[in-house]
């Protein structure tokens, strides 16, 4: 309804008739406007929900925790955190259980000076627990290694071409690195410790990523089963371990740490990539291997030459009739 005006006229006196002053009288339609409905009521729901959750998990750490850990609790509302040490005695801590939480008295001069302090919580965990947590991490280093050397493969212009000639595997020694031959692309020359100048690249690019890491490593060279027919004293054992110094040596050039080094070996062709095919090229390669710390430390604290011999006879990793070869190129680790 619209709003309506009408002229009402009194005269002087004031009543109505007459023409003397006109009243204006206005009548509006007034109606109440409609609120929308409010969203408040959704703040006010979660807020309980919260509250709620909270006061349930409180309950369920109160009802599983022993009597010893109620009673320190309560004493520790009882004494706030930076509690005023006493100027005499001999309590250095704010809760004395014998387990609760504990404290040092500041000796400095500054604002907290003769405030009790809260240390760290210290957890005791036996030496088994410690080398699992330990491995574990180690495990995910190693793991994050290979991540990277794989990457770095598939990115690299100096290596995207050799990318079928690069193997990474973890075992149980470590994160082994392989670095094999192929048709037409050898890593040496044939019958000589000579490194190509691509495989130098390739041990370049490769000791950017292994240099990250604190570990050790081993080097080992391998050969397929042709044997030499021009040499009497100089067969595959000693070419096999002349390439794995090669590999050694250029692994240092290119930034290595030679510390990093703990063991350089010859392996012939005691362990084969390819059993069934003796020659085939994949047998010839050059194998590094970024050891677990536990490992290393084995390697280490080794006491004789004999011991890893004999070790490696019984994992199968090399031929039982040719034990003095094998000797013969372990002593010429790196010291």
Do not use: C
């Amino acid at each position: 309804m619209a709003d309506e005006t009408i002229p009402v006229y009194q005269n002087e006196d004031g009543q109505s008739g007459g023409h003397k002053r006109p009243i204006i009288v206005v009548r509006k339609n007034r109606r109440k406007k409609e609120r929308g409905h409010s969203s408040a009521w959704k703040v006010a729901l979660a807020d309980f929900a919260v509250a709620m959750m909270a006061f349930f998990l409180v309950l369920w750490l109160v009802g599983n925790a022993s009597e010893t850990e109620k009673q320190a609790i309560s004493e520790y509302f009882v004494s706030p955190t930076l509690a005023i040490a006493p100027q005499s005695g001999s309590r250095s801590s704010i809760i004395d259980l014998g387990g609760g939480v504990k404290g040092v008295v500041d000796d400095s001069h500054g604002q907290n000076a003769g405030m009790i302090l809260p240390t760290p919580p210290v957890f005791e965990i036996d030496e088994q627990t410690f080398e699992e947590m330990a491995s574990q991490h180690e495990m995910l280093r190693l793991q994050d290694l290979k991540q990277q050397l794989e990457d770095l493969v598939n990115e690299s212009d100096d290596l995207k071409a050799y990318k079928e000639q690069l193997r990474f595997e973890i075992v149980p020694d470590g994160l082994r690195i392989e670095i094999v031959d192929s048709d037409g692309r050898p890593m040496f020359d044939s019958g000589v410790a000579d490194l190509k100048g691509y495989t130098r690249r390739i041990l370049t690019e490769l000791t950017k990523v292994i240099e990250q890491v604190p570990n050790k490593i081993t080097i080992t060279g391998h050969t397929d089963s042709r044997p030499f027919v021009d040499y009497e004293d100089y067969g595959n054992w000693e070419l096999s371990a002349d390439r794995a110094n090669a590999a050694r040596r250029a692994l240092v050039i290119a930034g290595l740490a030679p510390t990093k080094v703990t063991r350089v070996a010859g392996l012939a062709d005691s362990a084969l990539y390819d059993e069934e095919n003796p020659l085939s090229p994949v047998n010839r390669r050059i194998a590094i291997i970024v050891l677990y710390e536990k490992k290393a430390r084995q390697i280490k604290e080794r006491a004789t030459v004999g011991e890893l011999l004999e070790e490696i006879k019984q994992q199968g990793t090399m031929q039982h009739d040719e034990p003095e070869h094998f000797e013969e190129q372990v002593l010429n680790e790196p010291e």
